[in-house]
């Protein structure tokens, strides 16, 4: 067999035009970003392991305090928080999105967050060039302000130019927005996927496996919830006396007949575990009767199932050693731990330094320059651990620590 006889790899995601928008849709329904975003947070393994991913690409926050510490916008938020911000994004899909604001000299005074799932590229020139970012709040339809919908339409949608700090360029732009108090601004748009590109998610590869998750889960749920558990079931004859309960108040009372359906249900999930139901039979014949109670328990059914999307998911993420650590393949020491958080840190590495050249690209034109030596190093995350215990705490839980 070679590639020509085998079966066919579905596209990851398509990249349709859609016109009456203006932009490159991302995905056939263009909500790959938001349905992968569900997808990946519908999943025990999934969601541990990216909670885990975006810790690591944050790191410790920048190597420079000073720098860190530096407010980037009206809203008093800090160079560090952009870069918590924008960890998420890349954690998720291998891109993030900064707005860019500029004073009347054409320099950089603001810098604000754009969730990465709200971007969307326009069409391309002639040259294959795309010159602005399509940024809405929700893709879906979904969102509501003041109790409307913000639908997907052009009058909802911020057309805004892409990143080049040129001075004449960014003048041009002031003068044809009619003013600086009508300039939108600039977005850096960051893909790993190279420029103008949508990227593919690290976990992409694995969606079968964290759909699976997701239905495994359904189906405990529904064990614990809708199943049967051991109780009993007396049969007795019409006329006998049922078992008195009490209520609220310790007053004995008589229970009324509310039929099978209405008795099974008081068998049923897990508050009800030991319970008995009575039934009332015409028949005499070898009564009492006692009967066992027990429904079917299909999560041993899916056992190799669950192992093995479980570990397929921490292979996507390159977290094997967490996977091993988890079921007890490899034990658990202060020894185990450091090599892991070593391992993970350098896996991470390449997605820190894109952060680091994005924040020198626009630092090298803000208006005060807060960072004299533009070292952007992001620390990477290193164990600390304490002597009894032995758990394992992180340089993380006191930010900026560059000891």
Not at 67 to 86: G, K
Not at 240 to 245: N, S, T, W
Not at 307 to 326: G, P, V
Not at 348 to 367: P, S, V
Request: charged share 25%; glycine share 6%.
């Amino acid at each position: 067999m070679n590639v020509k006889t085998t079966r066919r790899a579905e596209r990851r995601f398509d990249v349709p035009y859609m016109s009456n928008l203006g932009i490159q849709a991302w995905g056939y329904n263009n909500l790959y970003p938001q349905e992968l975003l569900a997808l990946v947070y519908a999943s025990e393994s999934a969601s541990t392991c990216m909670d885990r991913y975006i810790t690591f690409i944050q790191g410790n926050g920048f190597k420079i305090v000073d720098f860190s510490e530096t407010v980037i916008n009206r809203m008093d938020e800090t160079a560090d928080d952009l870069v918590q911000q924008i960890s998420f994004d890349v954690a998720n899909f291998r891109g993030f999105a900064i707005h860019v604001n500029y004073n009347i000299f054409g320099q950089i005074v603001e810098l604000h967050h754009i969730p990465f799932e709200n971007c969307r590229l326009t069409e391309s020139d002639d040259d294959g060039y795309v010159g602005k970012i399509a940024i809405h709040p929700d893709w879906t339809g979904k969102l509501k302000r003041n109790g409307k919908i913000i639908t997907v339409a052009k009058q909802n949608i911020d057309y805004i130019d892409i990143f080049n700090p040129a001075k004449e360029i960014v003048f041009s732009q002031i003068e044809k927005a009619g003013g600086i108090e009508n300039y939108k601004g600039q977005i850096l748009w960051i893909s790993e996927a190279g420029k103008q590109t949508y990227p593919k998610a690290v976990h992409d590869s694995v969606v079968s496996q964290m759909s699976t998750e997701e239905g495994l889960g359904n189906i405990s749920n529904r064990n614990a919830k809708n199943g049967l558990f051991p109780g009993k079931a007396i049969v007795i004859k019409k006329g006998q006396d049922v078992p008195k309960k009490e209520d609220d108040e310790g007053e004995s009372y008589q229970p009324e007949d509310n039929g099978v359906k209405e008795a099974f249900a008081n068998v049923q999930s897990d508050m009800n575990v030991g319970n008995i139901i009575i039934f009332e039979i015409d028949n005499d014949d070898e009564i009492p009767k006692i009967l066992d109670l027990q429904g079917a328990n299909y999560d041993k059914d899916f056992t190799v199932t669950t192992t093995t999307a479980s570990q397929k998911i921490y292979s996507a993420f390159n977290q094997e050693i967490w996977h091993r650590i988890l079921n007890g393949s490899i034990g658990f020491s202060s020894d185990i731990l450091t090599n892991a958080y070593e391992y993970y840190s350098t896996v991470t590495n390449k997605e820190r330094r894109m952060i680091e050249r994005a924040f020198d690209k626009i630092f090298k034109h803000w208006y005060d320059v807060p960072n004299p030596s533009f070292d952007f190093t992001v620390q990477p995350l290193k164990p600390i651990f304490t002597p009894l215990t032995k758990e394992t705490i992180t340089e993380n839980a006191t930010p900026n620590n560059a000891g």
